[in-house]
């Protein structure tokens, strides 16, 4: 599925304290990389979305930095390329275990975990309307 005409979504897992993404950006934002331009999107939306609806929790993204007053990216994330359906089905393996390493034990198996796309790639089942199987265009 694109969402909204600007990326397709092959993976991800939202965990308690970062989020993995697989995903293609069909749209670049002017001379931006890819990746900035997803942050940047996502940061203006979240940020307008915890104004509306818990302004409370948008504090704890507070920062004294002199060119915004949110930060809710690190710096510099970790954004690797995936040249080929080797690295790619790595990283989705990679992704889809994460719930289950010991330090966070919040499932027993990779598609009984709610927050990721192994469900999809189990069941065929997009409880998020967001993701594109990526055997369909590799």
């Known amino acids: 599925m694109l969402v909204n005409n600007f990326i397709e979504v092959y993976g991800f897992v939202i965990m308690p304290n970062h989020i993995h993404l697989i995903l293609k ?11 900035v331009s997803f942050l940047k999107d ?3 939306e979240l940020r307008k979305d ?6 409370n929790f948008l504090r704890l993204f507070e920062v004294t930095e002199s060119d915004r ?4 990216w690190q710096r510099d994330p970790l954004a690797i390329n995936m040249l080929d359906l080797n690295i790619l089905e790595q990283k989705l393996n990679y992704i ?3 719930p289950l390493q010991a330090r ?4 027993q198996n990779t598609e009984d975990y709610y927050w990721s796309s192994s469900r ?5 089942v997009d409880d998020f309307n967001i993701l594109t199987d990526y055997r369909d265009i590799f």
Do not use: D
Not at 25 to 35: A, D, Q, R, S, Y
Not at 69 to 72: E, G, T
């Open 96 to 98: 889809h275990h994460n």
């Open 104 to 107: 966070w034990c919040l499932a």
């Open 69 to 72: 007053k949110y930060r809710i």
């Open 50 to 55: 915890l104004m509306v609806n818990n302004p």
């Open 120 to 124: 999809f790639y189990k069941t065929g």
């Open 42 to 44: 996502t940061s203006h």
């Open 25 to 35: 950006i069909l749209k670049p934002n002017g001379k931006e990389k890819p990746n």
